[in-house]
């Protein structure tokens, strides 16, 4: 007998709205990682993979022409929980983190809560162009914007 394989669904093909390669200026706020704040180029580039279930992101932020900071995450449905989730790491340590959340609309909203405090972050795709915000908050009451960028296709 043979067994049927899956195939991507709805939620996948959501997720495939954020394929593309992105080019476009970040703002980073004062934080402890840039007291001063700074702008910053970030290049994403999200390509749909694993036949239609996951899209996989590589990201890089150069500053005064050096990359200056890398990241690496994949995108996928958890049909368990009835939600999105985002595998990360980057070159801040390597660790991994998981972030969860849904569509509403255009704007993919996910949080996670770790050993650094609460982070949450959006991935805006509504009308062509690419929007990416980052907050923090240690008591997850409290938020402060960490770096908001504006993309266009490259």
């Given at each position: 007998?043979?067994?049927?394989?899956?195939?991507?669904?709805?939620?996948h093909?959501?997720l495939?709205?954020?394929?593309?390669?992105?080019?476009?200026e970040?703002?980073?706020?004062?934080?402890?990682?840039e007291?001063?704040?700074?702008?910053?180029?970030?290049?994403?580039?999200?390509?749909?993979?694993?036949?239609?279930?996951?899209?996989?992101?590589?990201?890089?932020?150069?500053?005064d022409?050096?990359?200056?900071?890398?990241?690496?995450?994949?995108?996928?449905?958890?049909?368990?929980?009835?939600?999105?989730?985002?595998?990360?790491t980057?070159?801040?340590?390597?660790?991994?983190?998981?972030?969860?959340?849904?569509?509403?609309?255009?704007?993919?909203?996910?949080s996670?809560?770790?050993?650094?405090?609460?982070?949450?972050c959006?991935?805006?795709?509504?009308?062509?162009?690419?929007?990416?915000?980052m907050?923090?908050?240690?008591?997850?009451?409290?938020?402060?914007?960490m770096?908001?960028?504006?993309?266009?296709k490259?």
């Open positions: 007998m043979d067994m049927q394989m899956p195939k991507p669904g709805a939620p093909q959501q495939a709205k954020l394929a593309g390669n992105w080019v476009g970040e703002k980073m706020m004062p934080s402890p990682w007291p001063k704040g700074c702008t910053a180029t970030g290049r994403v580039k999200n390509a749909v993979a694993i036949d239609g279930f996951v899209v996989i992101q590589d990201y890089e932020q150069s500053r022409g050096k990359v200056a900071f890398r990241g690496h995450g994949i995108f996928s449905w958890n049909d368990a929980k009835k939600c999105n989730e985002l595998v990360w980057d070159s801040m340590g390597g660790t991994l983190q998981v972030f969860a959340g849904n569509w509403k609309g255009d704007v993919l909203e996910m996670n809560e770790g050993p650094q405090g609460n982070t949450r959006s991935f805006d795709v509504s009308g062509g162009a690419y929007k990416f915000l907050s923090a908050s240690q008591d997850g009451k409290n938020w402060q914007p770096m908001e960028g504006k993309y266009t490259s």
